[in-house]
RNA sequence: GCCCGAGUGGCGGAAUGGCAGACGCGACGGACUCAAAAUCCGUUGUUCGUAAGGACGUGUGGGUUCAAGUCCCACCUCGGGCACCA
């Protein structure tokens, strides 16, 4: 397909004409990549629908790859982006010469605020914004020599794209969680059996007894995606509400960085929380890096304990507690200031104080709530609620430190086993009765005398210790030394009382899913003239997003917590009233004028690149099961490899399992997961420099002397840390390409370490990639007249075995993707090979083409124009990945070390199969073994055949 | 505070409990060159020794083992997550 490359043209230079030089290497990439692009070489074929190529797909395995997608930056690339793209096109490369059906793709995620606060930084429109920065990043990326299928690449503002995130929407709000069978099934099945009976409404009227508004909002109060008027995180600053995970943990905005406020406000929420027992459980299952289920775990937060009713002059009130075994120790009661009893409980003489930290409290930040975390502030209501196993009175309290969104928002407190109720109970002077003797060794870590006056205490003791004061007439924990028996003596007598009974809890929160922006997917609901939600009919998606001019958010103040948010669609106003047949006739409604947040896209994207074009379905079923479904009994299914960085260890891997076991549930896709193996990789990270004055300063201006740095003669400080504009130490895969081309630059990132490690870049290292390049070219190619030095010629025995020992140890390194040590293989081959080459001026074909094969999924592009020279007439892609010949793997002979008392005193060399006795008889016949060993007869030997021999004397 | 992860030459990093430092960068020496660049060859953990060779060496201290960078315990430093969650 090519012609001969067209020699150097550096006309002074005495660099040989036919060298590989950055310029001969972008010649060769952009010829390449053209022919990739016009023989659709990485189209991956589908068993169905619209991209259905049967004969194509065949009977190979397949592997779908897949890259957690960009969102379209203006400020471009720089050199740490593409490290995981390079990652997954090496391994899908691998893949694709190991025989498999490879689907990598590439699309982008361009709502969102990250999108929008550019737009509005620019002042440009973000459609026209986010379309040149895709058409910038395409540029980049192909440059790069991704192997992508580019009938794959959506985005997720396309039409075709958002109204399937729509209609996703609408499946979601179109269900209900049934505890019973612990699935989402669709609302018709509830409705039914409100209609039949089977299920009773909230207050036991007959469902045909009710008003159509009544149905409407009991079904409403059931679906996975309804609208609450909740405690939401309001950011002025950005001019929306937050989701939980989106605000840090110091109270501010995670993009911005912006003061957040709590505010009550109608939103959509999405019931996560059903979910959450299998999103916890079914982490198992999945092949994930065990820090990143941790940090799921710990984000959901399970917590297993109980529910306790203590009897007050305003009715009972239930609180949460892990241990209930404690009951006996509960000398108080703590509200939340929010809880809804406050204000029936507080006696007259308290009401002033009560309502003045009431106010207090609401006034306070979240964060400014968990500043003072040892200082604990309350207040006393004037009442008091029943201990129900001591039947003493015991006062409530109202405190911030329990917090109305946990478990009942009311706490039994104990203060001897709970160190924050012990601090309380300091504070204000209140009883701490001890229910557990701590073991000797806890007083004596804290150089007190055991007593059973636990108010001398210096702190709370939580473990297991003896049960006391723990007894009355129809139970008793007195002497039980275990935590686990007391819960369950407890819990018992709970039931048995009908006073309680054992629960679950958890951290995580539903999850708010509206923004008061415009660049979002717009949500496909109207409202009627009573507010009451509907859903917009299929038929009528997408719900287009309105054109308009000005996509500004009313700027607001970002410390002025009492604005109000005003979505920038309730301005659209002839877009905001929609007549509608919704099967009662046409009537008006309002639309939603709230949009969707960012993460909306990315919870379904990998499943529209299996079908992009199709228009009847988000998916086709086949499709999904081809490439997403099971592979047998109890496997989750889903991406066979996801690559992608840490930080979305809670948001979008969450949400996204999610909306999947969502549509699981409802039976659109086979997959329970969405991500079935996922791998994070690190980071590549840069030295920045500061002056004297703090300033950063170019890094690439920076002149290095031993451990001193300097910037135009001054001295200056290196930092390490990310690559950024402000750090002024970007390097962008465009120098790259200009100073060595693409394959070296894709070389370099995957030898600089392994994939999930974070590492600095050194722009002055890559040259050591672009040597071994040309060292390989040279092998190949006559530097200075441009022909094959290839010929037909037997290869040297101990070359065949080397080649063959690199065949089995690259593909063992490419299959657990360690393309380092798989690159530091090849390069000790190719050394082996100039050794021959620079002996001999030629080079043996059986040597040489394994050698191409195994490099192009690292340079794909210079293993081909390699390949062509080798005189194939295709690309190398598709063939398949060398195999050694086991003949060729075995040694003649092994050199063993032998060591006395474990240190390395000589060596023997044996044969592969030599036994024990030989080995012994060889490492006692050396001459510095006799020496050593000194006459001395060894009281023990230890030899591991092929590995080592161990003499142990005296 | 709690929970993870990581500490190996001047630098990036290799090492199924079995020869620590593969491979690359840098540095030093040599060949080629009038010279330089490029290329090629060699040396390069520290230290004692003219050498042969020896001693020490994977954050610190202890332990298990014939044998520890690797396993166990405690600690230090750095990075990350969570943080009044009852």
Not at 593 to 614: F, H, I, K
Not at 652 to 672: I, M, Q
Not at 860 to 884: I, K, M, N, Q
């Amino acid at each position: 397909m090519s012609d001969s490359t067209m020699p150097s043209q550096s006309g002074t230079s005495s660099i040989p004409p036919f060298r590989y030089s950055a310029r001969l290497a972008a010649d060769i990439e952009s010829r390449w990549q053209d022919a990739w692009d016009a023989q659709g070489t990485f189209h991956a074929p589908n068993p169905a629908g619209p991209l259905k190529d049967a004969v194509a797909v065949g009977n190979r395995p397949k592997a779908f790859i897949l890259d957690m997608f960009p969102y379209p930056s203006g400020a471009g690339l720089h050199v740490g982006h593409p490290l995981g793209y390079i990652g997954t096109d090496v391994f899908a490369r691998f893949k694709r010469m190991q025989g498999y059906n490879v689907l990598h793709a590439l699309g982008y995620d361009s709502f969102g605020l990250p999108a929008e606060q550019h737009a509005i930084t620019t002042g440009i429109h973000p459609r026209v914004n986010t379309e040149s920065n895709i058409a910038n990043m395409r540029r980049q990326l192909r440059r790069l020599g991704l192997g992508h299928d580019p009938r794959r690449s959506v985005s997720t503002t396309d039409e075709s794209f958002y109204k399937w995130t729509q209609w996703i929407f609408l499946q979601i709000h179109g269900a209900w969680y049934d505890t019973e069978t612990e699935r989402a099934r669709p609302i018709a099945d509830l409705i039914a059996a409100f209609e039949n009976g089977d299920r009773p409404t909230p207050d036991g009227r007959a469902w045909s007894a009710l008003s159509a508004g009544e149905r409407h909002d009991i079904i409403d109060d059931h679906r996975l995606a309804y609208l609450s008027n909740a405690p939401v995180n309001w950011c002025p600053g950005l001019g929306t509400i937050l989701a939980n995970e989106e605000v840090t943990a110091e109270g501010r905005s995670d993009i911005g960085n912006y003061p957040v406020f709590k505010r009550n406000m109608r939103q959509w929420m999405m019931r996560i929380t059903s979910y959450a027992d299998r999103l916890l459980d079914d982490l198992d299952r999945l092949d994930w890096p065990e820090p990143i289920k941790l940090m799921q775990r710990n984000w959901i937060g399970r917590s297993d304990g109980a529910r306790v009713s203590f009897s007050t002059s305003a009715g009972d009130i239930e609180v949460f507690t892990t241990r209930p075994d404690t009951l006996f120790g509960a000398t108080f009661m703590v509200l939340s200031p929010e809880h809804p009893l406050v204000d029936a409980l507080t006696t007259a003489d308290q009401r002033t104080q009560v309502a003045a930290y009431q106010a207090e409290a609401a006034a306070k930040a979240d964060n400014e709530r968990q500043d003072d975390s040892q200082k604990k502030t309350g207040v006393f209501t004037g009442a008091m609620a029943t201990n129900p196993v001591t039947g003493t009175d015991i006062p409530i309290y109202i405190a911030d430190y329990v917090l109305m969104g946990y478990g009942t928002g009311a706490i039994m407190a104990v203060p001897s086993g709970d160190q924050r109720d012990f601090a309380f109970a300091r504070a204000y002077n209140l009883p701490i009765v001890a229910t557990q003797m701590p073991p000797a060794s806890w007083f004596d870590a804290r150089s007190i005398a055991p007593s059973a006056d636990c108010s001398t205490w210096p702190e709370a003791f939580v473990g297991d210790g003896e049960y006391i004061n723990s007894t009355n007439d129809s139970i008793s924990l007195n002497g039980l030394t275990s935590i686990v028996d007391a819960k369950s003596r407890m819990n018992a007598w709970l039931a048995q009382h009908n006073l309680g009974e054992p629960t679950t809890t958890y951290r995580l929160r539903d999850w708010l899913f509206s923004r008061q922006r415009y660049w979002g997917e717009p949500f496909p609901i109207v409202y009627d003239e009573d507010g009451r939600a509907y859903a917009v009919p299929t038929q009528a998606l997408p719900v287009l997003l309105p054109e308009l001019a000005d996509f500004k958010p009313t700027a607001l103040s970002p410390d002025d917590a009492t604005s109000d948010p005003v979505p920038p669609l309730a301005r659209v106003t002839d877009w905001t009233r929609v007549t509608l047949d919704l099967g009662d006739g046409p009537r008006e409604y309002r639309r939603e004028v709230n949009v969707m947040p960012q993460w909306a896209g990315s919870c379904w994207y990998e499943m529209r690149y299996l079908d992009p074009t199709n228009s009847e379905v988000f998916i086709d079923h086949e499709v999904e099961r081809y490439w997403m479904g099971p592979e047998h009994e109890g496997h989750t299914g889903g991406v066979d490899l996801y690559v992608g960085g840490v930080e979305h260890a809670v948001l979008h891997l969450l949400y996204a399992r999610f909306w999947h076991k969502v549509l699981h549930d409802l039976g659109h896709v086979s997959s329970e997961e969405p991500f079935h193996r996922l791998f994070n990789q690190g980071y590549i990270q840069a030295y920045a420099y500061r002056d004297a004055r703090g300033q950063t300063v170019p890094a690439t201006e920076v002149e290095e002397s031993g451990d001193n740095y300097t910037w135009q003669g001054e001295t200056v400080i290196r930092e390490y840390g990310k690559m950024g504009k402000s750090l002024k130490n970007i390097v962008t895969p465009d120098e790259m390409y200009e100073e060595f081309g693409a394959d070296t630059f894709r070389l370099y990132e995957m030898a600089m370490g392994p994939l999930d490690a974070s590492r600095p870049w050194n722009t002055r290292d890559v040259v050591g990639m672009q040597r071994f390049l040309q060292r390989l070219w040279r092998n190949i190619i006559d530097e200075y007249t441009g022909d094959s030095i290839v010929v037909d010629d037997a290869s040297p025995e101990e070359l065949v075995r080397h080649l063959n020992r690199t065949i089995v140890g690259v593909e063992d390194d490419f299959a657990h993707l360690r393309f380092n040590t798989a690159i530091a293989k090849l390069i000790e081959f190719n050394n082996a090979l100039t050794q021959h080459v620079s002996a001999h001026k030629t080079s043996p074909i059986s040597l040489v083409e394994p050698l191409v094969q195994m490099l192009s999924p690292l340079c794909p592009h210079l293993a081909d124009e390699l390949w062509f020279r080798l005189g194939h007439d295709s690309t190398v892609t598709y063939v398949p990945f060398p195999v050694a010949d086991p003949s060729k793997l075995i040694e003649d002979t092994i050199e063993v070390p032998v060591q006395i008392n474990g240190k390395v005193r000589a060596r023997i060399t044996v044969a592969p199969t030599a036994s024990i006795e030989e080995h012994l008889e060889l490492a006692l016949a050396l001459e510095p073994i006799i020496a050593a060993l000194d006459g001395k007869t060894p009281l023990k030997t230890i030899v591991v055949p092929g590995r080592t021999v161990n003499l142990v004397v005296k």
